[in-house]
């Protein structure tokens, strides 16, 4: 039994990777998984604060299972954990996190923690994490040149620099989990 009362899904079409993940996990959240789209749709209910969401899959993508989730009212935490590198259309999707596999026990643990453990008390906080999730990805799989030229990348570059400077000011552990945050890899490099 899992100290925790959050309950995580995990969501892979790879039965191995996924009962991996959830078995990484169970000695500190609830655990459920699902092998593909559809039964994930089915498995997520009130009780789910967090899915780790494959990307690649046969029949519904995890990119559909996102935005059905999303159209639902789901607003708990959504990480991507795909073996997918990411592209600049990554922008537009309403996920917490991204993270690239493989993915070690310590980077989902502390993904996690950084996304379940943080009081909610300034929804700024989370949108902050969302999109700096988002710049890292990118910084780390694309070329300067790539993201200078994208007009969404830099505004949402100028999006995170605003929240940096309203947080820091207001969030008295910011610089901390800001550091947290940033030890996590995310790419595939």
């Known amino acids: 039994m899992a100290p925790s009362s959050q309950v995580v899904l995990v969501v892979d079409d790879e039965t191995a990777v996924a009962d991996t993940y959830a078995l990484r996990l169970e000695t500190l959240y ?14 997520v209910d009130g009780d789910v604060d ?6 690649r899959m046969p029949g519904m993508s995890g990119d559909e299972v996102l935005e059905t989730l999303r159209e639902r009212g789901y607003d708990g935490v959504v990480v991507m954990t795909t073996a997918v590198d990411p592209d600049l259309n990554i922008l537009e999707m309403d996920f ?27 929804d700024r906080l989370d949108e902050f994490f969302r999109v700096v999730s988002k710049l890292s990805v990118l910084k780390e799989e694309k070329t300067r040149a790539e993201l200078e030229a994208n007009a ?5 570059q100028e999006r995170a620099d605003e929240l940096a400077g309203e947080l ?17 890899s995310r790419g595939s490099s």
Request: hydrophobic content about 30%.
């Open 168 to 184: 820091r000011e207001r969030v008295d552990e910011f610089d901390d989990l800001m550091e947290t945050h940033r030890s996590i």
């Open 50 to 55: 967090a899915v780790l969401l494959d990307r």
């Open 152 to 156: 969404e990348f830099q505004r949402l």
């Open 30 to 43: 609830e655990t459920r998984v699902a092998y593909g789209g559809e039964e994930a749709l089915e498995a």
């Open 96 to 122: 917490d996190d991204y993270l690239c596999k493989p993915v070690d026990r310590e980077t989902i643990v502390e993904t996690l923690e950084q996304h379940l453990g943080t009081p909610d008390t300034d």
